[in-house]
């Protein structure tokens, strides 16, 4: 049954399910999140299609200029929408994902966007708001490190004189 997703739990199934993100909003800039979340995605194996009608290629890869023409043109439905757009820009882009049977509306760190999500769900859709798809993968499956966030060394106790790198 479709819902807006809330817990950990399901988010972690999302993922677990799931292996093809459609990044709406992707952008070229190695410095903006989607960027960065991208390579990351793609480092765990997922299958990220970038979504931009500004760009031919982002990562090497082909960017289309809508859900539409990356369903039209690699012959598959959509299965996350990972939208890092504004919120008064997801409408249209949920519209466009129901139309085209994905299974799961993500909007990133910051976008909420109720109304839109209430259509999602009642076409069937599982929903999750203002959450990063790297900082869940990365929290569920241990990814932390691996951007440097989890050294795995807890202490308060800084590092010798002569450990310490000065500039």
């Known amino acids: 049954m479709a819902q807006i997703i809330d817990t ?13 993100i459609d990044m709406v909003g992707l952008s ?3 410095s903006r999140p989607s960027h960065f979340a991208a390579i990351y995605m793609l480092s ?8 931009n009608p ?5 990562l090497g ?25 504004k919120p008064v820009d997801v409408p249209p882009i949920v519209d466009e994902a129901i139309a085209l049977g994905a299974k799961v509306i993500w909007m990133q760190l910051t976008i909420v966007n109720q109304e839109a999500a209430e ?3 009642a076409a069937g859709l599982d929903v999750v708001m203002d959450r990063c798809v790297k900082i869940e ?9 691996t ?13 010798p004189v002569s450990l310490r790198k000065f500039q």
């Open 119 to 121: 259509r999602a769900v």
């Open 147 to 159: 951007i440097g966030l989890n050294t795995g060394v807890i202490s308060s106790r800084q590092r």
């Open 137 to 145: 993968h990365a929290r569920f499956f241990g990814g932390l490190h």
């Open 54 to 58: 500004r760009e031919t290629e982002i």
């Open 44 to 51: 765990e194996g997922y299958e990220v299609t970038p979504i």
């Open 28 to 30: 070229a800039n190695p």
């Open 8 to 20: 950990a739990t399901e988010r972690m199934e999302i993922l677990r399910r799931f292996r093809h």
């Open 61 to 85: 890869r082909r960017s289309w200029p809508s859900l539409t023409a990356m369903s039209e043109g690699l012959g598959r439905a959509p299965e996350i929408v990972d939208i890092f757009r």
